[in-house]
């Protein structure tokens, strides 16, 4: 009885103070538990749930291979901010934080090789002048918003403006940030280059300052205690930068960001509500009889004619899904009426799909076809020639994407088999198609929602049940919760 009252008295003195910080959970030594914990903020820039339904993101990619390859299971911790990554990692609770700027060395952590750079950018509302405020930051007549790991290079720009001061967000990230000041909640923030090239897209009435912050190195850090996993990442990340892994990794999610001009980008989500009610479930038909995602075909309807089904070409293709003559009479479709000419392309990028290759993996294979659409499969071939002479990977889009512009070349187009082709354009077309993919992912919910699959080997913790799903901006869903891949 007495331990009982000592007990009951110690608890209520606790709840009439501060409450102490929650012991650590600390992780078991991943050689022991054969599995890796990651700490990873949510993010289109690091882990998401794609358009397919799948995890992706360059983070959840890197650290899926690294796991693989060192025969561990791996498992996500989603976090909502930039600090919680490196306390809880200091405190043991994981074995890895990923997507970190390199700096904070020495405090209780190591840093692995930098795979990526990225510059702090200074956002606002579309239409000011830059130069104006910069002058009114200045002046000190306004605040920007950012981020902790930002604020070194505000005490950097400070040396020159005197009078800029900040606010730091504890808990959010720089697609939040890109959304309020959008949205008009907030004036300026100062966030990362690489979510802000991705967030103009869809968030047009944007503008991202010309003048940006110091290069900032992000990188994977462990506890200083391990460093036996430091130097497993340290040949893991140099052995991906040497073979051009990283490289692909980075075209496959930021090389297309810049190819939509805000203009276009803005009028294109302007018609997403008033054009494309017209066509969308003839887009649903067409994308569920070949197994393409309904969004992909109404982006490359849009990439073709802007849903214009009366567009014509100087090259004679005609129609919403601008078909050539023989390839209509191919189809067996009239390009003039969009149903046909929808169904028509839909079954034409289906074959050029399985033309292309079966075995190679998405969306590689898709960005392939989408190329041989534009310029034809012949001269995609070409370029694929090309590519396995010069030792690259003829299978990847990063790799085809720089040899493709080669075919205007007599050095080289007189060297395959169909000869010379404006090879820059299908680059640019489907940059472009890919942007309007994203944005249409950000408005549109897919047919069905889709989980992503289940393994053994890769998890995912969301305790905070962040939203994940990329079209969750626009659509505001149930959040995923947390599951097993």
């Excluded at 998890?459 to 947390?482: C, Y």
Aim: glycine letters at 8%; one cysteine or more; proline letters at 5%.
């Amino acid at each position: 009885m007495k331990r009982f009252l000592m007990a009951l008295t110690a608890l209520l003195l606790a709840g009439c103070g501060e409450l102490t910080e929650a012991p650590a959970q600390k992780v078991l030594p991943w050689v022991e538990s054969k599995e890796l914990v990651v700490l990873v903020q949510n993010g289109p820039t690091t882990l998401y749930v794609d358009a397919d339904g799948n995890y992706a993101g360059l983070e959840y990619d890197l650290m899926t291979r690294f796991a693989e390859q060192n025969g561990l299971k791996v498992r996500f911790i989603i976090t909502g901010n930039h600090g919680e990554v490196l306390t809880r990692l200091k405190r043991g609770e994981a074995h890895v934080g990923v997507a970190l700027q390199k700096g904070f060395e020495g405090e209780g952590l190591k840093f692995g090789p930098a795979y990526q750079s990225i510059q702090p950018v200074l956002v606002f509302k579309a239409g000011l002048n830059e130069a104006n405020v910069w002058k009114r930051l200045g002046a000190g007549d306004a605040v920007v918003k950012t981020l902790p790991q930002y604020v070194h290079s505000l005490n950097q720009i400070k040396t020159r403006l005197a009078g800029l001061t900040w606010d730091v967000v504890e808990d959010g990230d720089s697609e939040t940030l890109i959304e309020r000041v959008a949205k008009g909640e907030v004036d300026y923030a100062l966030v990362e280059s690489h979510a802000a090239d991705v967030a103009q897209n869809y968030f047009p009435n944007v503008a991202i300052a010309e003048e940006r912050g110091g290069a900032q190195q992000l990188a994977w850090a462990v506890p200083d205690s391990d460093p036996e996993l430091l130097a497993k990442i340290n040949a893991f990340i140099g052995q991906q930068m040497a073979d051009g892994s990283v490289r692909v990794l980075l075209d496959r999610y930021y090389g297309h960001v810049n190819r939509v001009g805000v203009g276009d980008a803005q009028v294109f989500q302007e018609r997403i509500g008033t054009v494309l009610p017209r066509y969308r479930k003839w887009f649903k038909e067409a994308a569920g009889q070949y197994d393409i995602d309904w969004r992909l075909l109404a982006a490359l309807g849009y990439a073709e004619s802007h849903w214009n089904p009366d567009a014509v070409s100087p090259y004679g293709v005609r129609g919403l899904m601008m078909l050539t003559g023989n390839t209509a009479s191919y189809l067996g479709v009239d390009r003039l009426d969009p149903y046909q000419s929808i169904m028509g392309a839909a079954r034409l990028l289906d074959e050029l799909r399985n033309r292309v290759g079966k075995d190679i993996a998405e969306p590689d294979r898709t960005w392939l076809a989408l190329a041989a659409y534009n310029v034809g499969l012949g001269h995609l071939e070409d370029a694929r020639t090309l590519a396995r002479r010069q030792g690259k990977n003829p299978d990847a889009w990063a790799d085809v994407k720089t040899t493709l512009p080669l075919l205007r070349n007599p050095e080289y187009f007189r060297t395959v088999k169909y000869g010379y082709a404006r090879g820059g354009e299908p680059v640019i077309y489907v940059g472009k198609l890919q942007s309007y993919y994203d944005i249409l992912a950000r408005h549109e919910p897919p047919e069905m929602l889709a989980q992503p699959e289940s393994t053994e080997l890769i998890t995912i913790d969301n305790p905070a049940n962040l939203p994940l799903e990329i079209n969750s901006k626009f659509k505001p869903q149930v959040p995923m919760r947390s599951a097993s891949l």
